[in-house]
């Protein structure tokens, strides 16, 4: 049992290791329950999770990407402190983002993001991605051996969501070159909560972009983004879709790659459920589900309550950040049976909230589930087997795999795999 009187979710490494005891026993008490930081609350349950999803009015995304760093102070006396929340919203992280906006604003940003990524052009980028994921794990299976999270998964991620954007190709190949890696949040215990190397490459690069396509419009897609208008028709300045194409691109990467490197871990983990996969691929996109639901990418998502509540039967004070954790929402047995197992069949998978729910509902969550099914198509047509590396996890018996030493997002820092040749 985790002593959560002492743990420190913000800076403890062995949480971003396991973090499910620690939910299993915040939840086992309430739901809905204090931490050892002042005005925090941790959401373990999935039903008030949906409640704080869903009630914008009440729970504010303006703290969602940084939490309580830093903390708001001088809050007002009084059960509403809306007008506060709105007039302090450059105290946040990331306040100028579609992922940190309320009410019409954000609705305004989401429109345009509509007019970004529409269908047909998310249909014409899952065509393009066999071939980039064929690209990038080429050398890795045919050598029989690779670290697939760093040699495919960010890769992959990353010229699947240039490709969606139109990002020119010299501009692919400095991105592939580079390595970039996009990082919310930064180590357990640091205030610190973006690394910008790859964010302020694509703010550069974008406003380049759109600046150039206004001018000079060509019959491309980043003619399309830079030309993108509000549903009311008006054009957003150019700083407003560059901040939105990079965001999209820099989040939709980094969480979608985590994804991957979980399914690929529960793949060649269990025998059986690859040879499932592998005699029926229809299956896939349920198997896609369940690693959603076991393995949620996001760890914590925050909301900052603008009035009292109730939550899940606990009053919640203005000024409070909730700290909802998708994963362990997942595993609320309440909702999920027999929660800690990974079952193929589970008729209710897609019910998780990998995604969150509500008007901030990610926005790339089809796109990502439609990388992380071409991968596993992919990995599995290109293979006879896919296992562990015992020389670099030890053997099934005494398993280790290190995930990365943050508190927002749960992923992998490695995943070492063998690959026998495809049967002949």
Known sequence: ???????????????????????????????????????????????????????????????????PFPPLEGLPAGDDISDYVEQNREHWFFFEY???????????????????????????????MSAIADQCLLEGVSSGASEVVGDFARPFTTLVIADLLGMPDEDRVNLRMSNFKAKVVGALGSSETIETNLLQYCEERFLEYVIDRRANPRDDVLTQLANATYPDGSIPEPDVVVRLASFLFGAGQDTTARLIGSALRIIAEDQGLQAKLRADNKLIPAFIEETLRLESPTKSDFRYTKSAVNLGGVDVPPGTTVMVHPGACNRDDRKFENPDEFDLDRENNNQHIAFGRGAHTCPGAPLARAEATITVERYLASSGN????????????????????????????ELHLLFTPPAQ
């Open 1 to 67: 049992m985790v002593d959560i009187s002492t743990a420190d979710f913000f800076s403890d490494p062995t949480l971003a290791d396991d973090p499910y005891p620690y939910f299993d026993e915040l939840r086992s008490r309430c739901p809905v329950h204090p931490i050892g930081m002042p005005r925090v609350m941790a959401v373990t349950g999935y039903e008030e999770a949906i409640e704080v999803y869903r009630d914008a009015e009440v729970f504010s995304a303006c703290n969602s990407v940084a939490g």
């Open 386 to 413: 896919i296992s562990i590396n015992e020389e670099k996890h030890g053997p099934a018996e005494g398993r280790t795999y290190s995930y990365e030493k943050t508190f927002l997002l749960r992923g992998l820092s």
């Open 98 to 128: 579609l992922i940190t906006m309320d009410g019409e604003a954000h609705e305004k940003e989401r429109g345009l993001l509509r007019r970004i990524m529409t269908p047909r052009r998310l249909r014409e980028n899952v065509e393009a």
